[in-house]
């Protein structure tokens, strides 16, 4: 069932593209918006990555130790029940925009007094998060946290009038889910992309790794596009025990042979670099065995049971990313021991696809706040509280309307930032008004987001944290220079 709440099969369904009755123009724009976007993306980054290690300035006097915590939310956030507008005049236009009418008919809104304020916004406006969100909303009252509004895929700035007249180019697929995945994860413009962004930027800054033991991009939730780089390659780990065992080695006569094995003579240069890849990833299992041995203290930090009062199988988003911000938490603490300076780390949970029922979406915000809540302490705990920044990401959006008691596919969306190196407690961008109707920021009946602000503003802000020179930011975001600044968020 796609509402599982927590559900990995990510699988996209047929993309669908609605005619003008619906969400967009016809079918026939939206393909040469999309070629568009290809074609002209391609065309500002025709030198490719290969040669991005002669390319890049390859900083190599970096002392201090700093690490990046993508948290993908796949199957898209309803980010439409996650930051919400607080003022009584706007909560009802809210309201309305939703359900259609202020009865509340499918009561999927939340209501003023379920919701935790944040401080104005510059213009007046007060927005707020849902109470399950409580400890988010105490690392934000400290600084410690941050809201990015209405981010997402864009391939030039878009307003209402020019995505509706098809004077600028989309990404392809706006509504499928494994490309906007994708393609939020690589910022490439082509469907044949192996490389993202995290990866990228440790390939920037590899010359500040030299040495390590490990890699620098470490995932917890398995394979991914967002942490591959041309230098760098993620290594996969267990969140709960760590590097798993090649060919079972532990085993002493499958050791000795496998070691045997290696030890052999080898002419052949593949035979050669196959070797090399073998003893890289057993240095790496070695080392990570020896962090997770000397970090079992960190696990108190993360509460495996879900809070009491949330329902099985909801509790599962709990119990599963908490075991995952754990296992990135002991990497961590074990970073600078293993020679790394800077580090990528790929978390992710499933699940959001609700389109029948946002029931449980609460439970999901709720792990997502108690997890990060939870990583920044321990992240304090340990001295590097300012050293990590860890963020949400997601396939897209969805409508401002719902479908029911559900939401469909959309494209803008909120995020939230954690660290202490963050300017915290703020809204980025800039939060959409809940005019459907006439807003700038709305196309289609369903009241689709149009993102104000790009992933590039978003990424490129982290990737100049994490030391990536500003001349090398299109190395890592190859349309950065199509936007505007990143965002100031540092």
């Known amino acids: 069932s796609e509402d599982a709440p927590m559900s990995d099969d990510h699988r996209p369904r047929a993309p669908r593209l609605i005619d003008d009755a619906g969400f967009s123009p016809a079918r026939r724009r939206v393909l040469k918006g999309s070629a568009a976007w290809l074609a002209g993306a391609a065309g500002s980054f025709a030198f490719g990555l290969h040669g991005i290690a002669a390319a890049a300035a390859q900083p190599k006097n970096v002392t201090d130790y700093r690490a990046l915590v993508c948290l993908f939310l796949y199957g898209g956030n309803d980010s439409g029940n996650t930051v919400m507008p607080y003022d009584a005049t706007e909560h009802t236009r809210y309201i309305v925009a939703r359900e259609g009418s202020a009865t509340r008919p499918y009561g999927i809104t939340r209501l003023r007094a379920d919701l935790l304020p944040l401080p104005a916004l510059p213009d007046g406006r007060v927005v707020a998060l849902p109470k399950e969100m409580s400890a988010l909303k105490g690392l934000y009252d400290r600084g410690r946290a941050a809201v990015v509004a209405n981010v997402g895929l864009l391939g030039a700035p878009t307003t209402r009038v020019s995505y509706d007249n098809g004077s600028v180019p989309v990404p392809p697929q706006l509504f499928s889910h494994s490309d906007q995945a994708n393609f939020w994860q690589t910022m490439m413009p082509s469907y044949g992309a192996d490389a993202g962004w995290g990866g990228r930027i440790a390939d920037v800054m590899a010359a500040a790794n030299e040495g390590a033991r490990v890699s ?103 119990a599963d990313l908490m075991a995952k911000l754990a296992g990135v938490a002991r990497m961590i603490a074990s970073g600078e021991s293993l020679g790394v300076k800077r580090q990528v780390f790929f978390v992710a949970i499933g699940g959001f696809d609700m389109h029948n029922s946002l029931e449980h979406h609460r439970f999901a915000l709720q792990a997502i706040s108690d997890g990060l809540a939870a990583f920044d302490s321990a992240m304090v705990a340990i001295g590097k509280g300012n050293a990590v920044t860890a963020f949400t990401a997601s396939d897209f959006g969805r409508p401002l309307q719902v479908n029911g008691t559900g939401s469909d596919h959309g494209w ?79």
């Open 216 to 318: 620098a991009a470490i995932s917890v939730a398995g394979s991914n596009l967002w942490q591959v780089g041309r230098q760098v390659q993620p290594f996969p780990i267990d969140a709960g025990e760590g590097a798993v065992a090649l060919f079972n080695r532990g085993d002493g006569g499958h050791g000795a042979a496998f070691e045997s094995m290696l030890a052999a003579p080898r002419e052949n240069l593949l035979e050669q670099e196959l070797v090399r890849v073998f003893r890289r990833s057993i240095g790496g299992e070695e080392a990570i065995r020896q962090a997770y041995a000397s970090t079992t203290s960190m696990l108190a930090r993360f509460p495996a049971s879900a809070p009491a009062d949330v329902p099985n199988p909801a509790s599962g988003w709990h």
């Open 412 to 490: 803008g969306a909120h995020h939230f930032v954690v660290g202490g190196a963050l300017r915290g407690g703020r809204v980025f961008g800039t939060f959409p008004s809940m005019d459907t109707r006439g807003g700038s920021e709305y196309t289609g009946a369903q009241g689709h987001m149009i993102p104000t602000t790009s992933v590039e503003q978003y990424a490129g802000a982290m990737a100049r944290w994490m030391g990536v020179p500003d001349s090398d930011l299109p190395l890592v975001l190859p349309n950065i220079n199509r936007f505007g600044p990143t965002l100031p968020m540092f």
